[in-house]
């Protein structure tokens, strides 16, 4: 029975290497993969997926109005989706996804961030936390050896950033995946 999986971990938690690895397991085995990416990720190039190792690959970007089940269907021989940066589709896109698992029987499996840099779910992974039938975490760690859970902005000084936007598109000049306890040592720092 086809699933929704969602993949969440922190910033350099090896998501989208974990992405182009099941890809390449379905396509070593002859499936077909449909790999997507929201269009608001555009940092590697507007229709590439690469990974902090250097794993790469062509995909179709997903833009806030796409309907994705429309775009499925102009090719529907998908054995599998896969999404990175997932947390960056609406919520509605998430239950189009739902949709095409329930309706074409055919796994998408979502990788992407829970939490921005202020600890606040994205849309997306909030609807995927509601209606996904797996849901797991990738881990990393922090600096100081913990569980990284937050994905703190920094400054070029390596000071977390407060206040902003909530979508910032950057690696790890902009990000650092950080345990609760230090990111809170990190801000409490700041504001003496």
């Keep these: ?25 379905y396509e070593e085995r002859g499936m077909k993969v449909w790999l997507l990416k929201p269009a608001t990720d ?7 997926i690469k990974s902090r190792i250097g794993l790469a690959c062509r995909c ?22 896969i999404v990175d940066e997932a947390q960056f589709l609406t919520p509605e ?5 739902r949709f095409i698992v329930d309706n074409k029987g055919i796994p998408v499996l979502c990788f992407g961030l829970r939490t921005d840099f202020l600890t606040h779910v994205f849309p997306g992974s909030l609807r995927l936390l509601e209606i996904a039938d797996s849901i797991s975490e990738i881990k990393t760690i922090c600096r100081c050896g913990s569980k990284a859970t937050v994905n703190a902005r920094i400054d070029e000084n390596g000071d977390v950033i407060t206040d902003g ?3 910032l598109i950057g690696g790890n000049d902009s ?9 809170m040592k990190k801000i409490k720092n700041k504001s003496r």
């Design 60 to 81: 179709f970007v997903v833009a806030p109005d796409t309907d994705i089940v429309a775009e499925y269907e102009k090719s529907p021989e998908y054995d599998a989706v």
């Design 42 to 48: 555009d940092r590697d190039g507007q229709d590439i």
């Design 1 to 25: 029975m086809a699933k929704l999986y969602f993949k969440y971990g922190a910033m350099g938690s090896s998501k989208t290497a974990n992405a182009l690895i099941t890809k390449f397991n």
């Design 93 to 97: 896109q998430i239950d189009e996804l």
């Design 165 to 167: 936007e909530q979508v």
């Design 175 to 183: 990000y650092e995946a950080m345990c609760y306890s230090c990111y």
